[in-house]
């Protein structure tokens, strides 16, 4: 019999309905390190994040499933990246979600809504002052850093906020009906000067740390907005603290930082217009469903000796 530890919990009633679904796998959901360390033993699969200890615990693994799109603990997993055991990821669940999380951040920016937030708090009617520091997105470039499932769900609601949309990405991607034009990563800097607002939406991996710099956060156009959704690490903080202090930056939003939680001295809780969400976006009852609905259906492609969906690159760590 097939054994898949689930170091991912799901409900009680969504693991009865993997039960009755796949009645020829024993599916065993772990609570501690410890016990997941001592299921993994016998495993053929396992469903989570595994640490290099529960990977190397694992001697029978031949399948893992990630619960996100984001593989980065690959990379403290060396055993793993040069095995043949096959990684698979939740690629394309967390999409939609995450798009609207992204046009939150930036209406939140654009239309003032935390300052007439605060207003309403102190019970103050400011529409003179307010008037005049609002700015519609309509007709603004969105400069998306990567064109995946994320970048193009955030690039199809740009394109419906008659936005102009331009992306890079490391691969050869199709521009599709929204984006007018996505270019290779050697024309980053191109894309920094064209755009208005810059969505970073590329995973972490040793090619991406650090890839918005001072330099590319110089390049972008006074008053224009940061937006980053996918990985913190990717934009250096201090750069763009600078940014947001100096009136370079008209705002920015993270949904991710280098080191979460953000600590609580951390500069950036205090920086102007910046809003900070804590690594939130991806989540809905949506993406949930669709996270384990690609897992249910991968149990299926598994047993059957087919191929599997959302198969990563292990060595590109995405």
């Not at 016998?42 to 799109?69: H, M, N, T, V």
């Not at 939740?90 to 654009?110: D, K, N, Q, S, V």
């Not at 918005?212 to 996918?230: A, P, T």
Request: negative net charge; aromatic residues 8%; glycine residues 10%.
């Amino acid at each position: 019999m097939v054994k898949v530890v689930l170091g991912h919990r799901p409900s009680d009633a969504r693991l009865d309905t993997f039960r009755s679904a796949y009645p020829d796998v024993n599916f065993v959901a772990t609570s501690t390190d410890a016990e997941t360390l001592r299921e993994l033993a016998d495993a053929d699969a396992y469903f989570g994040f595994p640490s290099r200890e529960e990977y190397l615990a694992g001697k029978k693994l031949r399948w893992i499933q990630a619960p996100s799109a984001g593989i980065e603990f690959v990379h403290g997993v060396p055993e793993l990246v040069e095995s043949n055991v096959i990684l698979t990821n939740a690629r394309g669940a967390h999409a939609a979600t995450i798009a609207e999380h992204t046009f939150a951040m930036l209406l939140m920016l654009t239309r003032g809504l935390r300052y007439f937030d605060h207003a309403k708090g102190c019970h103050t009617w400011l529409r003179g002052e307010g008037y005049r520091n609002v700015i519609g997105i309509d007709g603004l470039t969105m400069g998306l850093l990567g064109y995946g499932n994320i970048g193009r769900a955030i690039g199809k609601r740009a394109h419906a906020f008659e936005m102009t949309v331009m992306a890079v990405d490391a691969n050869d991607v199709p521009a599709g009906e929204y984006a007018k034009s996505v270019w290779r990563l050697d024309r980053l800097h191109d894309l920094l000067r064209e755009a208005d607002v810059l969505t970073v939406a590329v995973p972490i991996t040793p090619q991406t740390r650090s890839m918005i710099g001072e330099k590319e956060i110089r390049l972008l156009k006074r008053g224009s907005f940061l937006l980053v959704v996918s990985r913190g690490g990717i934009v250096d903080e201090k750069a763009l603290l600078a940014a947001l202090q100096d009136g370079h930056l008209a705002g920015a939003g993270l949904d991710v930082t280098d080191i979460e939680p953000l600590p609580e001295n951390s500069p950036l809780w205090d920086a102007p217009n910046l809003v900070i969400t804590p690594h939130v976006s991806g989540g809905s009852t949506l993406t949930t469903e669709l996270m384990w609905s690609i897992f249910h259906e991968n149990v299926g492609h598994f047993i059957r000796g087919e191929e599997l969906r959302n198969v990563t690159n292990k060595r590109l760590g995405y």
